[in-house]
């Protein structure tokens, strides 16, 4: 079963505003991840948060992690068109990874 | 540069015929694991291997074999293949170690068809 779910699944904006996307989860974690994929490529790891940290930054990406509510969010901030990809969110443990069904973001020029 | 690759990128075969999907990485890393995935449902685990001859089920393991015999590789085998194995499969690893920060390193696909 799916342990990280992103919401939306979907998400189309205008090149400049930010984007938001969303990621449940239902088991206890020790991170969760948030990796980009172009189009049929593999992933890209952006940013790992851990179960005790409640925010982290890289760049224009914002995670914020809340673990009472099993949900996580990332932000990108003056988003381009080259910021057109899928996005994933991934819980790991120490055995494996779990990814959910993505949100696909189009930004338009 | 490290590298995860991925043979074939693209392969279109028919029902029954035995293929296998290679992936090599020049990282030194502990833990591969392959994934496929499907419109609308994400990636999904098929196997994975913790390290040499250490290999273990993820979600969707039927149909699909695994061998660690080198640490460097971790062949996906089809014995079998069926339709609903069409699909883009990847291959991912990191390590174990403390040296870890629980990141995969993917390589770029194979996507498979099998009519």
Redesign the interface.
């Known amino acids: 079963?799916?342990q990280g779910e992103e919401d939306p699944q979907a998400l189309s904006i205008q090149e400049g505003e930010n984007a938001t996307m969303n990621c449940s989860y239902k088991t206890s974690i020790?991170?969760l991840?948030w990796?980009r994929q172009n189009s049929?490529?593999?992933?890209?790891?952006l940013i790992?948060i851990r179960s005790n940290e409640r925010e982290k930054h890289s760049g224009r990406l914002r995670v914020t992690l809340d673990t009472s509510k099993k949900s996580s969010s990332l932000l990108i901030t003056a988003s381009r068109a080259a910021d057109t990809a899928s996005y994933?969110c991934?819980r790991?443990n120490n055995?494996?990874?779990?990814?959910?069904?993505?949100t696909r973001l189009t930004v338009k020029p | 540069e490290a590298q995860?690759t991925q043979n074939p990128r693209y392969l279109i075969t028919v029902t029954g015929k035995k293929l296998t999907v290679t992936c090599s990485q020049n990282m030194n890393h502990e833990y591969m694991?392959w994934?496929r995935q499907d419109p609308?449902?994400?990636?999904?685990?098929i196997y994975?291997s913790?390290n040499v001859e250490v290999t273990?089920k993820?979600?969707v393991p039927e149909g699909y074999k695994v061998s660690r015999k080198e640490k460097r590789n971790f062949p996906l085998i089809l014995e079998s293949p069926s339709p609903n194995q069409t699909s883009?499969y990847?291959c991912?690893t990191r390590p174990t170690s403390g040296r870890s920060?629980?990141?995969?390193?993917?390589?770029?696909?194979s996507?498979l068809t099998v009519l």
């Open positions: 079963s799916q020790n991170n991840q990796y049929g490529r593999g992933l890209v790891h790992l994933f991934a790991g055995n494996d990874m779990r990814f959910g069904a993505g | 995860v694991s994934y609308g449902l994400g990636l999904r685990q994975y913790m273990d993820g979600d883009l990847f991912a920060t629980g990141e995969l390193f993917f390589g770029e696909g996507r």
